[in-house]
Nanobody, 121 residues
Framework: QVQLVESGGGLVQAGGSLRLSCAAS????????MGWFRQAPGKERELVAY????????YYADSVKGRFTISRDNAKNTVYLQMNSLKPEDTADYYC??????????????WGQGTQVTVSS
């Protein structure tokens, strides 16, 4: 079993930055691809960013390209999401998740509880 715990959310003004962290415990997630998702009130959950197990491949939703950066430190069993130039439309609950089969399958095996990000205008 893998437990994922997100942190780093909060309230920030538009144009500001936040760095989310996702700490894994229970077992190493070094073999897992890791994704950051978000869900805003009344909207469907969407994949924001993904990083493969080695960090050699990433994916970003068009809405965050050039502003968000996903990274991982397998030695620390932690994945990060650096969010810059935040916009009010980035307001959502952010979740990290782990997949052994890759993000193209859409199948994620473990999920965190989420951290809230609020961007004020």
């Amino acid at each position: 079993q893998v437990q994922l715990v997100e942190s780093g959310g909060g309230l920030v003004q538009a144009g500001g930055s936040l760095r989310l962290s996702c700490a894994a415990s229970g077992r190493t997630v070094g073999a897992y691809g890791m994704g950051w998702f978000r869900q805003a009130p009344g909207k469907e959950r969407e994949l924001v960013a993904y990083i493969n197990w080695s960090g050699s491949s990433t994916y970003y939703a068009d809405s965050v390209k050039g502003r968000f950066t996903i990274s991982r430190d397998n030695a620390k069993n932690t994945v990060y999401l650096q969010m810059n130039s935040l916009k009010p439309e980035d307001t959502a609950d952010y979740y990290c998740a782990a997949t052994i089969s890759g993000h193209r399958t859409g199948k994620y095996d473990y999920w965190g509880q989420g951290t809230q990000v609020t961007v004020s205008s």
